[in-house]
T-cell receptor, first 111, second 114 residues
Framework: EDKVVQSPLSLVVHEGDTVTLNCSYE??????LLWYKQEKKAPTFLFML????IEKKSGRLSSILDKKELFSILNITATQTGDSAIYLC???????????FGQGTTLQVKP | DAGVIQSPRHEVTEMGQEVTLRCKPI?????LFWYRQTMMRGLELLIY????????DSGMPEDRFSAKMPNASFSTLKIQPSEPRDSAVYFC????????????FGPGTRLTVL
């Protein structure tokens, strides 16, 4: 059975801290891995990773994929209270675009 | 670009009633997905369509749930009869194979079944 597992499930840090969120997967016909940020509404897209070892960056956020070890990490440096959200990892299988989501990591950044 | 449009945004109904959720995908997108999100189970895929055809409905909880996509710009998710355990946020998302299948989510419908 395909599955995506995220850790930790929740995390509380203070502004300025650096956090690393983990996502491991077991999915047949892997195509790509996506990270989403969800605040009080719908998930919004952060990154799509298809190749191993190529870091993707957007401001203070960065992510990398390891297709050999079947995991990805999402790093957030110099965290701000606005980074507080649920971070969702999803794996796209085959060519149909179907996403399998992990449970999410709830991040709380305290002032 | 209007994004994915869902209606209603909130629905409160009584157990046993029929509920219909609506979704308009982004114009030009050829795939549409219905998800359900709860605190206990997270985000679950219910069903998805490619070119208006249902591809995988293995996530649909039971026969009380049904989904249709009569054309490329409209889909419905129906629950009949509704039960309290159906209370959740229901998201619709759409994607396009020409854009790497990146899914764009609608704002969701928060359903409460009393």
């Amino acid at each position: 059975e395909d599955k995506v597992v995220q850790s930790p499930l929740s995390l509380v840090v203070h502004e300025g801290d650096t956090v690393t969120l983990n996502c491991s997967y077991e999915v047949t016909n892997f195509r790509s891995l996506l990270w989403y940020k969800q605040e009080k509404k719908a998930p919004t897209f952060l990154f799509m990773l298809t190749s191993s070892g190529i870091e993707k960056k957007s401001g203070r956020l960065s992510s990398i994929l390891d297709k050999k070890e079947l995991f990805s990490i999402l790093n957030i440096t110099a965290t701000q209270t606005g980074d507080s959200a649920i971070y969702l990892c999803a794996v796209m299988a085959s060519n149909t675009g179907k996403l399998i989501f992990g449970q999410g990591t709830t991040l709380q950044v305290k002032p | 670009d209007a994004g994915v449009i869902q209606s209603p945004r909130h629905e409160v109904t009584e157990m046993g009633q029929e509920v219909t959720l609506r979704c308009k995908p982004i114009s030009g997108h050829n795939s549409l997905f219905w998800y359900r999100q709860t605190m206990m189970r997270g985000l679950e895929l219910l069903i998805y369509f490619n070119n208006n055809v249902p591809i995988d409905d293995s996530g649909m909880p039971e026969d009380r749930f049904s989904a249709k996509m009569p054309n490329a710009s409209f889909s419905t998710l129906k629950i009949q009869p509704s039960e309290p355990r159906d209370s959740a946020v229901y998201f619709c998302a759409s994607s396009s194979t020409s854009r790497n299948n990146e899914q764009f989510f609608g704002p969701g419908t928060r359903l409460t079944v009393l």
